[in-house]
């Protein structure tokens, strides 16, 4: 039987059900793969029922800085064709991009997923920190259009490949966009 959370009324089959409780996010070590086995489920868990978009994104952010320590993570929203800083983990960036600017803008230009070994080989980079070395950026779309995107930035070069685009891209579909 279904039982209402005792704090926020959502419904679940758990016997006692706390949904809102402050959880902590289970940190793993090893490799990528498993790291993000680990995490799928538990972002899950914090997107599950959770319609407003901020917030998600903020929780998504949080999630993948506190599990892989990298330099920034965060979201750029589309808004009057620019994006727009969005919520973030990290040091402070640049507010806005315009599209096929950088490699935030080149991802949106392209809707594709786009990974950088080394930011300063990439025509264009947009050095919001100087202590980021390489960086992949991942479009969230909707109905077709690019939204925004997930930009991850780390401090060492060649930090991402396709286990972080596969992953990461899997992780960018569980997020709702009304
Ligand atoms: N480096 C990005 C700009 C955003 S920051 O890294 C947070 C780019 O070239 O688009």
């Known amino acids: 039987m279904k039982k209402l959370c005792a704090l926020c009324g959502k419904t ?4 006692l059900y706390l949904c809102c409780m402050a959880e902590d996010l289970t940190i793993i070590t090893g490799s990528k793969a498993e790291i993000y086995r680990s995490l799928i489920p538990q972002i899950k868990g914090l997107l599950d029922g959770e319609p407003d978009l901020i917030a998600n994104l903020a929780n998504v952010s949080a999630a993948l800085k506190e599990q892989f320590g ?12 620019e994006l727009v800083l969005g919520p973030f983990q990290g040091p402070v960036a640049c507010t806005r991009i315009k599209k096929g600017r950088g490699v935030c803008g ?33 479009p969230l779309i909707k109905n077709g ?31 709702p966009i009304s």
Do not use: M
């Not at 949106?108 to 264009?124: H, S, Y």
């Not at 930035?153 to 596969?166: G, I, K, M, P, V």
């Open 106 to 138: 080149a991802a949106w230009q392209n809707a594709e997923t786009l990974i950088v070994p080394d930011v300063e080989k990439f025509p264009g980079h947009i050095a919001c920190s100087s202590l980021s070395r390489s960086e992949i950026v991942i």
């Open 145 to 175: 259009e690019v939204i925004g995107v997930l930009d991850v930035d780390a401090t060492e070069l060649d930090q991402f490949d396709e286990t972080d685009r596969t992953n990461l891209e899997q992780i960018i579909l569980l997020i």
């Open 70 to 81: 990298w330099l920034w993570v965060g979201f750029y929203l589309v808004k009057n064709d």
């Open 12 to 15: 679940s089959a758990a016997l």
